[in-house]
């Protein structure tokens, strides 16, 4: 048998193009053989995306305007590694190694590519994606060898750090309409709970928030939800949690500097909003740092009033991304009352409040197109030797576009190897009807009506939409126009 090691890794993407020749590649100056092709169909450049993104390990690069090219074989063409090479060199680009062969960084000036070349008998693969920065080698004023692209079929790599997925989010059938908002304060993470908001009509219309209908949910067990310019505030009598938006989270920052990032965040985020006047952890004797709950707690002041207040803050990481929740109580022992299991590495109640960031929808707040999709690539090692033994590939997609009481979705997916993956897609159109809570379309698969539980969760500068069709199928969309 032959083990499988799989890497989850989420992209957004576009809408999909043709396949069309291509005699050249503009950003690169580089001529291609007769016969060639890009392929813009936006599911095959997601999976030459998901392969390129495996060789970065810095979180400060980001990689745009991915290109993916087939090539007649180089039996046919002539166009080889050495002839890639020497064309490059001509174009002026410096050329730097990586650890898989296939792949190398191409320089020129302030302009930095990360690109793949991969020969096979039937077609040669070429993909390329624009990096905003040199990588550390290079930064560090480093050289190093100029390689050759693989002419002949080599070994992928397996990155030191696999991002895992993001948290699972469900939607819910709450059967309520917010409320006006109760608190104001400056401060996500993703729902594990399932509350749900009772019914209560303002008589006022609610305020709006980034031009949404609702930015307040009151729940049927007493806490109230307000969404502010930095986060969700949940309040219920004295005590408030804060769901910020997500800060940038730097490994570096961590990774042998002595400096723990549960400190960081307390004492660069929440000691200058609240002012704290002492600090202290919860590690239940634990002296291994790794295995140490990412908590702090201690004394300081609320944001609004002045008032003395405990504080309690968990951390939680994700790649390039922190999430703070943080707790608020006018004294200890109230604090360890709410939240006994603040400090539980796996079970922390301060994690579970983000499932309090939930927030209606409004009849004229879903006017746009929304999008999701995320890819799943497998690679295969052999357990007796290590050797490389392939790798499969599956994506997929979904864009709703909403127009007053209309609706329009197309669904696309691929699945196998990146140049040969089996494709579908799936459009239906037909009317919309939207509640608070849910979303009613016509003429889904096989002409049938469709029930959607719906939701919005407040991030900053908008709102992802939760959809979930109560048969498995679930949505995670954001407004792309």
Not at 110 to 128: G, N, P, Q, R, V
Not at 153 to 170: D, F, N
Request: glycine content about 8%.
């Amino acid at each position: 048998m032959i083990p499988i090691l799989v890497c989850f890794l989420p992209f957004y993407i576009m809408a999909q193009k043709n396949v069309i020749p291509a005699s050249r590649i503009p950003a690169l100056n580089l001529s291609l053989p007769d016969g060639a092709k890009q392929d813009k169909r936006f599911l095959i450049t997601l999976a030459a995306a998901t392969l390129l993104e495996s060789e970065v390990q810095d979180p400060k690069i980001n990689l745009t305007d991915v290109e993916v090219y087939f090539l007649p074989p180089a039996s046919q063409s002539g166009f080889n590694g050495d002839v890639l090479l020497n064309n490059l060199e001509k174009s002026g680009f410096q050329i730097l190694p990586t650890k898989d062969e296939k792949m190398a960084w191409l320089m020129k000036g302030a302009t930095t590519f990360l690109i793949y070349f991969s020969m096979d008998k039937s077609e040669t693969s070429f993909y390329l994606a624009k990096s905003n920065m040199p990588p550390k080698a290079q930064n560090q004023g480093t050289t190093a060898p100029t390689p050759a692209p693989n002419s002949q079929a080599g070994a992928m790599t397996v990155p030191a750090h696999i991002p895992p997925l993001p948290p699972g989010r469900s939607a819910t059938t709450p059967s309520s309409v917010p409320t006006q908002p109760q608190s104001s304060a400056p401060i996500q993470t993703a729902p594990t709970e399932k509350p749900s908001p009772t019914v209560q009509k303002p008589s006022s219309p609610p305020p709006t928030f980034s031009g949404y209908q609702f930015s307040t949910s009151n729940f049927d067990d007493g806490w109230i939800a307000s969404i502010q310019p930095d986060g969700v505030v949940v309040q219920k009598g004295e005590t408030k949690v804060y769901l910020f938006f997500v800060l940038p989270y730097q490994s570096e920052n961590f990774s042998g500097t002595g400096v723990m990032d549960r400190d960081y965040y307390w004492d660069n985020h929440i000691t200058p909003l609240f002012k704290t006047s002492s600090k202290s952890y919860q590690d239940g004797g634990e002296f291994i740092s790794s295995l140490q709950p990412k908590y702090v707690e201690g004394w300081g002041q609320d944001p609004q009033t002045g008032q003395r207040r405990f504080i309690g803050m968990f951390l939680t990481v994700s790649p390039n991304a922190a999430m703070l929740t943080v707790a608020s109580s006018s004294d200890e022992a109230n604090f360890r009352q709410t939240f006994p299991k603040a400090a539980d590495r796996w079970d922390s109640d301060l994690l579970r409040m983000s499932s309090y960031n939930k927030f209606a929808v409004g009849p004229n707040d879903l006017n746009g197109t929304w999008q999701s999709g995320g890819s799943q690539m497998t690679q295969w090692y052999n357990t007796v030797t290590g050797a490389y033994a392939g790798a499969t590939f599956a994506a997929s997609s979904a864009t709703f576009s909403f127009s007053g009481n209309t609706y329009s979705s197309i669904h696309n997916g691929a699945t196998g190897a990146v140049g040969a993956m089996n494709t579908f897609q799936q459009e239906y159109k037909g009317n919309a009807t939207v509640t608070n809570w849910s979303i009613i379309m016509t003429n889904r698969y096989q002409g049938k009506t469709q029930q959607f539980d719906a939701h919005f969760q407040a991030v900053r500068g908008g709102r992802l939409l939760y959809l979930n069709d109560r048969s498995g199928g679930e949505y995670t969309l954001v407004k792309i126009k």
